[in-house]
């Protein structure tokens, strides 16, 4: 059985009472993703602690796959998945995001399943980009242009570069995110240790990474 991570919705719930409310999660694969996503003419890539193995080859436990598009492509992201049903995950809540019903102002996540009775199966997250350049969410002054923001794996799997995603990781501090913190950290180099030290101080301010990337 799959338990959702801490930043999921209703995150106070036991296993148990967030099934008995939401239903269960099968997480999509990212050879799921892959194929799902294929032919489409959205561009994606993917995000979170998966992004960390991708770049790292060291493997952890894994909630989910976070997939990633850019927020300006939902629309072209509905016609590409038809037969899934979208809710909008917020503020500890459900919304579903019927046919022909736009996005809610402030959303940036969703939830996806095929029905009522069936598992969830993706957890979308939709990203703010700036023409050609990624844009952090939480501060649209910290940017960088896309063709360095994002990775892409000998299979052709785009992932979030490990410096951006440590600055998402860096508010929430779980125990999972010093372990990726750790990882990650001897494979950037100069520039992107410099990068990302200048994020969490403009971010966060003084922040318990922040020596370590000197």
């Known amino acids: 059985m799959i338990t959702p991570p801490p930043r999921r ?7 148990a009472e967030f099934i008995a409310w939401y239903g269960p999660w099968n997480p999509m694969s990212i050879p799921e993703i892959v194929e799902l996503m294929s ?3 959205v561009r994606w890539w993917i995000a979170g602690g998966w992004a960390i193995e991708l770049e790292t080859g060291i493997s952890r436990d894994h909630d989910d796959v976070d997939l990633a598009i850019n ?4 629309a072209a992201f509905r016609t590409t998945v038809p037969d899934l049903h979208l809710w909008e995950a917020h503020s500890g809540s459900l919304t579903p ?9 402030g959303r940036e996540q969703l939830w996806a399943r095929a029905g009522a009775t069936e598992p969830w199966r993706l957890d979308l997250l939709l990203s703010p980009v700036d023409g050609q350049e990624w844009v952090f969410k939480r501060d649209h002054a910290i ?5 360095q923001a994002l990775r892409t794996t000998a299979d052709g799997v785009s992932y979030l570069a490990p410096h951006i995603v440590l600055l998402y990781k860096a508010r929430l501090l779980r125990d999972k995110d010093r372990a990726d913190f750790a990882v990650a950290v001897p ?9 990302l030290a200048d994020a969490l101080t403009r971010h966060l301010g003084d922040h318990e990474w922040i020596d370590a990337l000197g």
């Not at 919705?9 to 296993?15: M, S």
């Not at 995001?97 to 102002?105: F, V, Y």
């Open 143 to 147: 940017r960088m242009p896309l063709d």
């Open 71 to 74: 927020a300006d492509d939902l």
């Open 39 to 41: 032919g489409s003419p």
């Open 9 to 15: 919705v209703a995150n106070d719930l036991t296993e």
């Open 97 to 105: 995001l019927l046919p022909g019903n736009e996005l809610q102002e």
């Open 187 to 195: 494979r950037l180099d100069a520039d992107e240790r410099a990068w």
